[in-house]
């Protein structure tokens, strides 16, 4: 089966610009989740969705980070603007439900000038 | 508060030996479920063992065995034999069942260095 699908998988960006990354989930997957990882850190999650609906986004800075799932499948994430404590790496992850294994993708570096 | 602690930042190894990495967790919550993830230098998390609280029995998959002793709430990963390709950063993390959508929650992370 196809693996969880991100991209892209480098962005450099100037602080203040803004930047959208995309995730594709595993096919069937009902639960996605997006979390941030700075480095020298373990994953920290910004954002999960059930479906197309937001089931848990209390750690997302909401007046610059966005995300949706429209149609209950592929996902984005947005930042604007960014902020130089933005640089991290943006891992998308996927599971049949929220009991199961979390799958994760090659994740997007993201590095902020 | 910490959830997850993992208080190895780093280890060699040589192959061929088994590693014991390093999980403590904190929860009060009485359904909760621990993971090990492996990630190499390419980026990808990769989903190595699973423990459920209520599982009797310790966890295993293939060469990772999971030491789980409740009562010091502790979890630690055990890797048999390692190979050079092991070589990589882990992380332990936990899902509190009864009070999440599934979120995990992960630790600092451990890096093994695999030596021939």
């Known amino acids: 089966e196809a693996g969880v699908a991100q991209s892209p998988r480098y962005k450099i960006i100037e602080k203040r610009q803004s930047v959208a990354f995309w995730c594709n989930p595993i096919s069937g997957h009902a639960t996605l989740y997006w979390y941030q990882q700075i480095l020298g850190q373990g994953p920290k999650l910004l954002i999960q969705f059930q479906n197309n609906g937001v089931v848990d986004d209390s750690q997302l800075p909401k007046d610059r980070f966005s995300a949706e799932r429209l149609k209950g499948v592929d996902s984005t994430l947005k930042i604007q603007p960014a902020k130089l404590e933005d640089s991290a790496v943006y891992l998308c992850?996927?599971?049949?439900?929220?009991?199961?294994?979390?799958?994760f993708g090659d994740g997007t570096r993201l590095s902020i000038l | 508060a910490q959830k997850i602690t993992q208080t190895q930042p780093g280890m060699f190894v040589q192959e061929k030996e088994a590693v014991t990495l390093d999980c403590t967790y904190d929860t009060s919550d009485p359904s909760y479920g621990l993971f090990w993830y492996k990630q190499p230098s390419s980026g990808e998390m990769i989903f190595l063992i699973y423990?459920?609280?209520?599982?009797?029995q310790n966890a295993t998959e293939g060469r990772y065995s999971l030491n789980f002793q409740k009562a010091r709430k502790s979890a630690n990963l055990v890797i048999s034999a390692s190979q050079l390709g092991d070589s990589a950063m882990y992380f332990c993390?936990?899902?509190?069942?009864?009070?999440?959508?599934?979120?995990?929650?992960f630790g600092a992370g451990t890096q093994v260095v695999v030596t021939p």
């Open positions: 993390a936990m899902r509190e069942g009864l009070r999440s959508w599934g979120k995990l929650q």
């Open positions: 992850a996927s599971s049949l439900s929220k009991d199961q294994p979390q799958h």
């Open positions: 423990q459920g609280s209520y599982d009797q």
